[in-house]
């Protein structure tokens, strides 16, 4: 079965501090892969993605992804961390073999940012 | 530029009763979603539509109806609800450019619904 794993439910680093929020995938053939950022009360809103090229994708707020194919995982990473940037992270992916078709979402990692 | 609107953004139901949630876009994206987002489930796929008139089965479509008579609405209806259904539900649209696969999906706000 086709899946989105993040290890963590939660995630704490101090403001200033790196931080890398986990996600590994389960999917056939080479998936297309994205995070989404959810803060309370909101939508979804997208921030990055991969989809082929480059192992290290750049999006929004100052995210970056990192693809590692053989470690089949996709890790949200940002060098210096907000606490504006506390909010939950959702990994997700979808099989580049179905176009248009729906994202499987991991089950979120929650970021807590301490000042 | 509103682009995707859901309504009502909380509803309080009894059991039993029907129930529409409505979902609106604005940039003529080919692709809609209804998701549900329950804590420890993350978000699951409830029904799809890849044009006006062709809608298709997601993971938890049971107890749920949708239509879409109009590429910009897709309304998501409980027709008898049940205490499972409470759940905050998210509307999604995405441009399918044929080849580009990797097409991104925009969320709505999301509707919370409470079944008592």
């Known amino acids: 079965a086709q899946s989105v794993a993040q290890p963590e439910d939660q995630v704490n680093v101090a403001e200033g501090n790196p931080l890398t929020v986990k996600c590994t995938y389960s999917?056939?053939?080479?998936?297309?892969l994205f995070w989404y950022v959810q803060y309370p009360n909101r939508g979804l809103q997208f921030l990055l993605k991969y989809i082929t090229g480059d192992n290290l994708v750049k999006g929004s707020y100052g995210f970056e992804a990192e693809f590692n194919k053989s470690q089949t995982s996709f890790h949200l990473k940002k060098p210096s961390a907000l606490v504006s940037d506390s909010a939950l992270y959702f990994c997700a992916v979808r099989p580049n073999n179905q176009a248009g078709t729906a994202l499987i979402f991991g089950k979120g990692t929650t970021l807590s940012v301490s000042s | 530029d509103a682009g995707i609107t859901q309504s009502p953004r909380y509803k309080i139901t009894e059991t039993g009763r029907q129930v529409t949630l409505m979902c609106h876009q604005t940039?003529?994206?080919?692709?809609m979603f209804w998701y549900r987002q329950d804590l420890g489930h993350g978000l699951r796929l409830i029904y799809y539509?890849?044009?006006?008139?062709?809608?298709d089965k997601g993971e938890v479509p049971d107890g749920y109806v949708v239509s879409r008579s109009k590429t910009e609405n897709f309304p998501l209806t409980l027709e008898s609800a049940t205490r499972s259904q409470t759940s905050v539900y998210f509307c999604?649209?995405?441009?399918?450019?044929?080849?580009?696969?990797?097409?991104?999906?925009?969320f709505g706000p999301g509707t919370r619904l409470t079944v008592l």
């Open positions: 999917v056939s053939g080479n998936p297309y």
């Open positions: 940039w003529s994206h080919s692709y």
């Open positions: 999604a649209s995405s441009e399918s450019r044929g080849g580009a696969r990797g097409d991104t999906q925009y």
């Open positions: 539509s890849a044009a006006a008139d062709i809608t």
